[in-house]
T-cell receptor, first 117, second 113 residues
Framework: GAVVSQHPSRVICKSGTSVKIECRSL??????MFWYRQFPKQSLMLMAT?????????EQGVEKDKFLINHASLTLSTLTVTSAHPEDSSFYIC?????????????FGDGTRLSIL | GDSVTQMEGPVTLSEEAFLTINCTYT??????LFWYVQYPGEGLQLLLK?????DKGSNKGFEATYRKETTSFHLEKGSVQVSDSAVYFC????????????FGTGTSLTVIP
């Protein structure tokens, strides 16, 4: 149980294009979803937290107009990287939690490798 | 602020060796603690967790005990296998909703036959 599917797993595109990444909880309803960015051989950096039906909460230093997050349903959140540039190339990982509370773990997708040429 | 500190890697062990990966934390309240594992090219998988002091989380031969007095949550396994090669992340969650989640920098483990 607690499977999170992330799509696509890899995307290569030209500078200036927008890229959408989907994150789905397959067998549970996610009250909260998280988006992370991971640089090579580094830890995860939380970008934003989203609750279904409300605006995402962005971490300091993350441009909300650059990284658009939509949490339209209890099983789907999307991250759109708008007007992507080479410095946006990274590994993006989403996670989802079924319930709120300290003891609830996050369940992660397999990540999306984004490469901007 | 809250933080998690892990021992730096990479760690290389022979098969069947004993594994310890140290993790210490700083928190203002009473966090829950987690270990996650990341295999190459994949996302993170929950390995084990502990939600209060003296709790022991265990899974797949891995164990970690929540030590409040030393603010530690060290990961141990008595006999590692080649398939355990991965990056291991220690993490804590805090706050009323548990949305404040902090990860360590990760420790890369390679097990050689």
């Amino acid at each position: 149980g607690a499977v999170v599917s992330q799509h696509p797993s890899r995307v290569i595109c030209k500078s200036g294009t927008s890229v959408k990444i989907e994150c789905r909880s397959l067998d549970f309803q996610a009250t909260t979803m998280f988006w992370y960015r991971q640089f090579p051989k580094q830890s995860l950096m939380l970008m934003a937290t989203s609750n279904e039906g409300s605006k995402a909460t962005y971490e300091q230093g993350v441009e909300k107009d650059k990284f658009l997050i939509n949490h339209a349903s209890l099983t789907l959140s999307t991250l759109t990287v708008t007007s992507a540039h080479p410095e946006d190339s990274s590994f993006y990982i989403c996670s989802a939690r079924q319930d709120r509370g300290l003891s609830q773990p996050q369940h992660f997708g397999d990540g999306t490798r984004l490469s901007i040429l | 602020g809250d933080s998690v500190t892990q021992m730096e890697g990479p760690v290389t062990l022979s098969e069947e060796a004993f594994l310890t990966i140290n993790c210490t934390y700083t928190a203002t309240g009473y966090p829950s603690l987690f270990w996650y594992v990341q295999y190459p090219g994949e996302g993170l998988q929950l390995l084990l967790k502990a939600t209060k002091a003296d709790d022991k989380g265990s899974n797949k031969g891995f164990e970690a005990t929540y030590r409040k007095e030393t603010t530690s949550f060290h990961l141990e396994k008595g006999s590692v296998q080649v398939s355990d090669s991965a990056v291991y992340f220690c993490a804590l969650s805090e706050g009323d909703t548990g949305n404040q989640f902090y990860f360590g920098t990760g420790t890369s483990l390679t097990v050689i036959p």
